[in-house]
């Protein structure tokens, strides 16, 4: 989700998944993929900027499924929590 600001100044949190394309005209207006159209206050390139900035973080936890060594050592990691060690017994 995106916050973004009506042209009331009303908060506004938009699905980022859901925007079909944003257009500055002359107020940015986004149209979800439903037909829906919004009009913010932030220009054309805030969104994006926005929409972006949200993509990377929701990725940057993501490993790639080629990094077998990371899943490796996440895996490790994981039994090593699990299984209780011998001074804690």
């Known amino acids: 989700m995106i916050h973004l600001t009506r042209l009331n100044n009303h908060p506004l949190a938009v699905n980022s998944d859901l925007i079909k394309w944003v257009e500055q005209a002359p107020d940015?207006?986004?149209?979800?993929?439903?037909?829906?159209?919004?009009?913010?206050r932030e220009s054309t390139s805030e969104?994006?900027?926005?929409?972006?900035?949200?993509?990377r973080s929701v990725l940057k936890g993501m490993i790639p499924a080629w990094d077998h060594s990371a899943?490796?050592?996440?895996?490790?990691r994981?039994?090593?929590k699990e299984t209780p060690d011998a001074a804690g017994e």
Do not use: H, N, P, W
């Open 78 to 80: 994981a039994d090593r």
């Open 47 to 55: 969104v994006l900027e926005r929409v972006v900035a949200f993509r």
């Open 71 to 76: 899943v490796a050592s996440q895996l490790a």
């Open 28 to 40: 940015t207006v986004i149209t979800l993929i439903s037909g829906e159209k919004i009009v913010v």
